[in-house]
């Protein structure tokens, strides 16, 4: 008797396990997804990289990565994407992924007296896809706690690179001017960055009329915005409005890098 009475109440015990198993799956809601990240800055970014400037060290930043992904890494990746989707429309060349384009915090200390571990700003880089590899010309932002730069151009162009913009400019530079001188982008343009050989580079005439340009070691174009920017809901808007207006100086540029680059595949190819 006491053995069938215990059989009884375990089989109800299992039954009420059973259905009250039932009722919290049928009931269970899904949890919440994560909020997807704000294209652009909150003021908590500001002030870890403020923190960072203070305590440049592994430390410091390893106890707080979790806001540095947070409240930069991720609004970054957020800012990026919605500025390469415009994109497709003025620089379609320059689409990559957005994990492509952010640049990493940490620093490259190998060849430097400064050993800061991490950079005190954050920063992208569209780079033509044919290009990435190398340099060449392309699109650029980043954001520190004392300015946001937008800035497009050659900024690091390779030797041959370098000559192929040079020599193009010989037969071109008028036309490179007229993009320049664009009211629209000189208005959003604060500054050509062109940093400058002192004296005429070996083979090129010295009272040729683009010598100015041909002297430039760089070509780009830059605009510095208050910090402030970087925690507006219209950050990326801004940055796609600079890029379009300097998308033809990039095409510009990129165009006689790219033959460059072509026909060095042509010889590689041709085994000459």
């Known amino acids: 008797m006491a053995m069938a009475l215990r059989r009884s109440l375990e089989a109800i015990f299992d039954a009420v396990f059973c259905v009250r198993l039932l009722i919290a799956m049928a009931t269970k809601t899904k949890p919440a997804a994560a909020p997807a990240a704000l294209a652009c800055l909150r003021p908590e970014a500001f002030k ?5 400037e203070r305590n440049n060290d592994r430390e410091w930043f390893n106890e707080r990565k979790a ?5 930069l890494k991720e609004p970054m990746l957020a800012i990026i994407r919605k500025v390469t989707d415009a994109m497709t429309d003025f620089a379609p060349d320059h689409v990559r992924p957005a994990e492509k384009c952010l640049f990493r915090i940490y620093r490259d200390t190998r060849f430097s007296n400064d050993k800061k571990p991490y950079k005190t700003h954050v920063a992208a880089w569209w780079a033509h896809r044919e290009l990435e590899k190398t340099s060449g010309a ?4 980043h954001i520190s706690a004392r300015e946001v730069i937008i800035a497009a151009g050659a900024y690091m162009p390779e030797k041959d690179q370098l000559a192929a913009i040079r020599h193009w400019l010989l037969e071109n530079h008028e036309e490179f001017r007229k993009l320049l001188r664009r009211p629209a982008l000189r208005k959003a343009f604060t500054e050509f960055e062109g940093s400058a050989l002192t004296r005429p580079p070996k083979g090129f005439p010295a009272e040729h009329p683009a010598m100015d340009l041909i002297k430039c070691k760089q070509w780009g174009l830059s605009a510095t915005l208050a910090p402030e920017a970087a925690l507006d809901a219209g950050l990326a808007a801004t940055i796609i409005r600079h890029f379009r207006l300097a998308a033809p100086v990039v095409d510009a540029l990129n165009g006689p890098i790219a033959a460059t680059a072509g026909a060095k595949k042509k ?3 041709g085994l000459h």
């Open 138 to 141: 392309g699109y650029y932002f």
């Open 267 to 269: 010889v590689l190819f």
């Open 48 to 52: 870890f990289l403020r923190g960072l």
């Open 67 to 71: 806001v540095y992904e947070a409240e």
